[in-house]
């Protein structure tokens, strides 16, 4: 089983996407599983994670009705302002439908460094885990000491690093003794994983194999095989490179991996880290769980 564990989706006339914008002429335009199916089908991708790309209930129900409509989109990373008075009740009513799989709440946009770890989001942050639902961390270097905190005062939450952190790379820049060090602190910790994804995107369109490859080869060597999961980024991947470039890049960084460890980086760990499957079998036509039926203000 192939999984890409980070992709994205949205309808820009839904109206609450702050970004993408002109900035970002290419993909400032609608994206649904059209566009993505032919690219997989060439890749051999077999399943998708569905990642929210705004900060709202309102895509996230969105982005749920999508999956139950979609046979290989295997689960949905939501949000949900984890400081609101109502978090615990509005993450109970997203997780009524069984593709809700994690939460994002969109830490580089947030000027507090800390703000995941302030009183207010503590108990979302702990019925989440009760849950069973993971926490997608969209973080910057900055954030790395933060995300270790809550990694230890939250042992059950299951934590996954997107786009191994964001670090500066390109034009031959080696991994920052900080960030190297952040990354290998995080990767000691048995409920923090990291997706190899967004990667082209930091080096933008002229990017090498070498701007990338030591921040590869080291997420891959401190968090293991059963700790890394492929991610396209896809579409914000394609300001930079096609799919099929960013798969054949990481194809050839696991080359000297062991056909069982390139499985579970190419999908079992995300399957294992997500619970991709469960309790969702048969129900890709019912509509009626979190998919727009409620006012999410």
Known sequence: MRIDAHQHFWTLARGDYPWPNASVAPIFRDFGPKDLAPLISVAGIDETVLVQATDTVAETEFLLKIATQTPWVAGV??????????????????????????????????????????????????????????????????????????????????????????????????????????????????NVYCKLSGLLTEVGPNWRSDDVAPFAAHVLNAFGASKVMFGSDWPVLSLAATYSEWCALVEGYLAGFSPHERSAIMGETAMHFYGLGDDAEGKKNDTTHGNGDRDPS
């Open 77 to 190: 990373v939501g949000w949900v302002d984890l400081q609101a008075d109502g978090a615990i009740e509005m993450i109970d009513y997203l997780r009524a439908n069984p593709y809700l799989k994690g939460l994002r709440p969109m830490l580089q946009n947030i000027s507090e460094t800390d703000w995941i770890l302030n009183a207010a989001a503590q108990p979302a942050l702990a019925h989440m885990a009760a849950q069973n639902l993971c926490f997608d961390a969209l973080v910057q270097p900055r954030h790395l000491p933060v995300i270790l905190e809550l990694s230890q005062r939250h042992p059950n939450l299951k934590i996954v690093i997107d786009h191994i952190a964001k670090p500066t790379m390109g034009g031959g820049t080696m991994p920052a003794r900080d960030w190297s060090r952040g990354m290998s602190q995080l990767a000691a910790q048995p």
